[in-house]
């Protein structure tokens, strides 16, 4: 007999995570951040409506798996090339500075540095793994709103944070593969650069496949129920055969179905999925599992040097990168900070930490405070360079 | 640690179910049978690549409350108050022959009859329970195709088709009620009106606040995500509090939220996660649990008994019930006819007794065949029927 349980949990958990995220989202914070105190305020922490189960772990991971899914759907790597040099300099500066800050701040907390390949230099990489990939959907939509996404600036920002995502996935698997204790640094390599190959052979067997049902009978519903299979086929092959984390093998899968007629039909199919019920639950699972009785005077110290250092590593790297690449001042910080916001990926990547037991559970609220404090942060300090930049041309048209 | 082999068991389930869903099709035979089929291949029966699991049990139980979850949203009271008279004669004769039907083969196959109220009794009454549920929409495709849906016998058939599925759910209550050992006569019926009461005083209320919500906002996602908490809301409390069917809450929910203005929009977010996902595991689950190696003679007779036995009694049934009401010989027998296809709900409630006890599973393997072999009959009886119709009038206009 089925225990009808989880019909209350489910329940629960898309209630409050939607009205949440819909208060966040009118006190113009994003749902996200909303969601994530939703799992926190019904979860063990506040009321104990809800608890961990097997049952939501196992839909959590699916709903992270869809998520890496259509962000790999979207990664348009035709635009990566055409942007080119710039993109890389910026994206990879914007990578190299959060990483090194991150493994600073956390030898710091620790009170010194931990011998390279031990457990305590990993934790500290990791910290700098989780603040490598920018959230640009509130930058995108700032920009927008002004009209000026589609710029010289809005389209560096673009294509920079498709690099930042790729570059976060690969040190968030070499990571997770040196922290296996019973993997060498060689093996970990073995395995990765083994997964890339076979994704990459079937990847290009899958496309043509794809591509010639997709030619027979576009926009059908069979596109994205394949097209979910293969996603799930790579992260199951990732994880059992190559221990690289299931959402390196979703992300590929993406890729691998990206530039189709029908990716786009896909994304949506999936988007509804997600939206409706995967990944609330992913989301508020975590509210669930951040322990906030833990927060203590380091952690509380730890917590404040984390956010200023995620939010100035980015805006120096990028800023930098893109001053290297001849942006004028103003410009290239308008970069730096258009980069500067974290969301659903640092989250993504501190819950696989955790997991792969590579992070302190007292520590997760930090990442909450600084998806929450630089969503808030990035499009009022945004709007203010371009307006100051219009005020400066006021000033010299009216001289 | 996570156990990834969930994400093989679902990739094998979405690319089996859709292919032979696909193949089934092409045959001309109705998509579900084929993912029926796909289940039993997959399952220990045959190949033994998937087995059930907690999980998959769960992710079918989903996939079986949205399904009747989008049946309520569907079901169309106003049209019914319209017909009236002519379709309740017609589906309550429709439900009463079969469910005699179905009681009598039992007690024939089982040698006597059984003792009211015994199991026996229960087991012969849920035989004809799940052969009174019409499937319309093969009906439904065959007379659109012929340009007959919106006359006279389409609208009978089709608000039939409505009250012999609430009367098949109604059934369906009472008799896993009255199987629970623990429950007399009364407190079934005591429970399943506390559950209607309960479910008629919240959906007033609830159907309001939707009413609201969807005047404030139509068509934003909060609509389908409150409406499917909704639906998990109703299907937990009937079967925690009233010890009914999780089915008969989904079903209820749906028919709270019929008639707002995004009704339909929430049935098609809804239907995007049952087709890609959810329903696609749950009949997959219904072959992985079918015992085909129990097929002895007494049961083969039992099968073609079941299968003559469902498809006549609907056409009689159905077929009397509208001359009674004036219909003329031949459009009775349309109307029989049209009644007399079994789907989904057939095997839901099929599954469903079998969870409760009520069914062997080695029975199992007739309601399939007969989901097959009257989508196969029922447009080709129901295509000859018009035509000799047709044919008739050209002798009359060419004599």
Redesign the interface.
């Known amino acids: 007999?089925?225990d009808?349980?989880?019909?209350?949990d489910?329940?629960i958990i898309?209630?409050m995570a939607?009205m949440f995220g819909?208060l966040f989202r009118k006190l113009q914070l994003p749902q996200v951040a909303g969601i994530l105190v939703a799992g926190l305020i019904i979860g063990p922490n506040v009321l104990g409506w809800v608890n961990e189960t097997?049952?939501l772990?196992?839909m959590g991971?699916?709903g992270v798996?869809m998520l890496m899914f259509t962000a790999g759907l979207e990664t348009d790597l035709k635009e990566l090339k055409n942007t080119g040099v710039a993109s890389i300099c910026i994206a990879g500066l914007g990578v190299i500075v959060p990483l090194i800050g991150g493994y600073l701040l956390y030898s710091l907390y620790m009170g010194g540095f931990a011998p390279i390949g031990s457990d305590g230099f990993l934790e500290a990489i990791f910290i700098g793994v989780i603040i490598t990939a920018t959230s640009v959907s509130i930058t995108v939509e700032t920009l927008r709103e002004m009209g000026k996404l589609k710029g010289k600036i809005g389209t560096a920002i673009l294509s920079a944070a498709i690099i930042d995502d790729i570059v976060g996935i690969i040190l968030l698997t070499f990571v997770i593969g040196f922290k296996n204790p019973d993997s060498s640094g060689l093996a970990v390599i073995g395995n990765t650069l083994g997964f890339f190959v076979v994704a990459l052979i079937l990847g290009v067997i899958i496309h043509y496949i794809f591509k010639y049902v997709d030619h027979q009978d576009p926009h059908r519903?069979?596109l994205?129920?394949?097209g979910?299979?293969?996603c799930?086929?790579f992260?199951?092959i990732a994880?059992?055969f190559f221990g690289i984390a299931?959402i390196t093998g979703a992300y590929v899968a993406g890729i691998v179905l990206y530039n189709l007629s029908s990716s786009e039909y896909i994304v949506g199919?999936?988007d509804?999925?997600s939206?409706?019920?995967f990944s609330?639950i992913f989301f508020t699972g975590i509210g669930l599992k951040t322990e906030i009785t833990g927060f203590t005077l380091p952690v509380l110290l730890f917590t404040i040097g984390f956010v200023i250092i995620a939010l100035l590593s980015k805006v120096l790297g990028c800023g930098f990168g893109a001053k290297l690449m001849g942006f004028n001042k103003l410009d290239s910080l308008k970069i730096g900070v258009g980069m500067m916001a974290r969301g659903e990926v640092a989250l993504i990547v501190a819950q696989k930490g955790l997991?792969a037991g590579l992070m302190n559970p007292t520590l997760f609220s930090a990442v909450i405070i600084l998806v929450i404090l630089s969503s808030i942060a990035t499009p009022i300090i945004l709007k203010s360079l371009y307006s100051k930049e219009e005020s400066d041309i006021e000033i010299a048209i009216s001289a």
């Open positions: 007999m089925l009808y349980g989880f019909f209350l489910l329940a898309l209630l939607k819909i097997e049952f772990l196992q991971e699916l798996i519903r069979r994205p129920i394949y979910f299979a293969v799930l086929l992260a199951y994880e059992h299931d199919k999936i509804i999925n939206y409706m019920l609330p997991n």
